[in-house]
């Protein structure tokens, strides 16, 4: 009866330090995925923010650009109505889109 609980304790013992291995290597795997992922996560991390910046920095040019092409369409009708020069259709219309130039034109009044 001894030889058969020693044979079945050796056994347990056996069981049980495959499964501590086993589970060992799948822990040393995880945690190797787990870096893996965590410099994924840094590397997109640090684009993020230079895509953040990126858009930032366009949004300034873009307010920028509409600016100077408010003034440039207010110095072209200061120059349009002193020279009584009347602007193409495609320009009011263009104009009149961004809103710098009133929807209607008063009654006899050029643009």
């Known amino acids: 009866m001894n030889r058969q609980n020693s044979k079945q304790q050796t056994r347990s013992e056996s069981e049980y330090n495959e499964n501590v291995d086993r589970l060992l290597t799948e822990l040393r795997s995880q945690s190797s995925e787990l870096e893996r992922l965590?410099?994924?996560?840094?590397?997109l991390e640090t684009k993020?923010?230079?895509?953040?910046?990126e858009?930032?920095?366009?949004?300034?040019?873009?307010?920028?650009?509409?600016?100077d092409l408010a003034r440039v369409a207010a110095v072209l009708l200061q120059i349009s109505r002193a020279k009584g020069i009347a602007l193409d259709p495609v320009t009011l219309d263009l104009l009149r889109r961004?809103?710098?130039?009133?929807?209607?034109?008063?009654?006899?009044?050029r643009p």
């Open 48 to 53: 993020n923010g230079l895509l953040h910046n």
């Open 55 to 67: 858009v930032l920095r366009l949004k300034r040019a873009q307010r920028t650009n509409v600016q």
């Open 98 to 109: 961004r809103g710098w130039l009133p929807s209607k034109t008063r009654s006899g009044t």
């Open 38 to 43: 965590h410099a994924i996560y840094d590397e």
